[in-house]
């Protein structure tokens, strides 16, 4: 079940990224930071999930 939490935070965190490039060849540059911000949570949180539970 652990690997399968950081599977899923990888995938996240791959989906997010694509998505906020798209964002930032559009032009919505700030939007785009936010995203990537977000993005990088998601190995945290699976890496916190991971040992703490």
Not at 3 to 24: E, G, V
């Amino acid at each position: 079940m652990k690997y399968l939490i950081i599977a899923l935070a990888l995938y996240l965190m791959y989906y997010t990224f694509t998505y906020a490039l798209s964002l930032w060849k559009s032009g919505n540059k700030f939007a785009s930071a936010v995203i990537i911000l977000m993005a990088a949570c998601f190995p945290v949180l699976a890496m916190l999930l991971f040992f703490i539970r």
